[in-house]
């Protein structure tokens, strides 16, 4: 098994966030909020099998959704953001995000 870490980032305001990984759910929490001063609202981390990993987001009450498909081999780090246009952007990374 290989760690993927999530991190909700910039855009988020008292949104629920439901996140599935390969169909199931990993992540849901209402009134997630980013809190500007470190660009983070929260995080989790899931174990997957090496390979391709389906993520999907979901703001019900914004009605946005968004998926992405990430080619697993070691210990991943995925950041999602919500940009001023209401869209959902992934960033992903090999290395642990830095926050103040």
């Known amino acids: 098994m290989i760690l993927l870490h999530i991190a909700l980032q910039d855009g988020f ?3 629920e ?3 599935q990984v390969n ?3 990993a992540f849901h ?3 997630v909020k980013t809190r500007f001063q470190i660009g983070l ?3 989790f981390e899931t174990n997957v099998q090496k390979g391709l990993v ?3 987001v979901t703001l019900p009450n914004k009605k946005l959704a968004q998926s992405t498909v990430l080619e697993i081999s070691a210990p ?3 950041g999602v953001s919500i940009t001023a246009d209401d869209k959902i952007v992934f960033h992903v990374s090999n290395q642990r ?3 103040l």
């Open 17 to 19: 966030v439901i996140i």
């Open 23 to 25: 169909g199931e759910e």
């Open 54 to 56: 389906n993520v999907k």
């Open 97 to 99: 995000f830095r926050y």
């Open 76 to 78: 991943t780090y995925l």
């Open 13 to 15: 305001l008292n949104d």
């Open 29 to 31: 929490e209402s009134q």
């Open 41 to 43: 609202a929260a995080s």
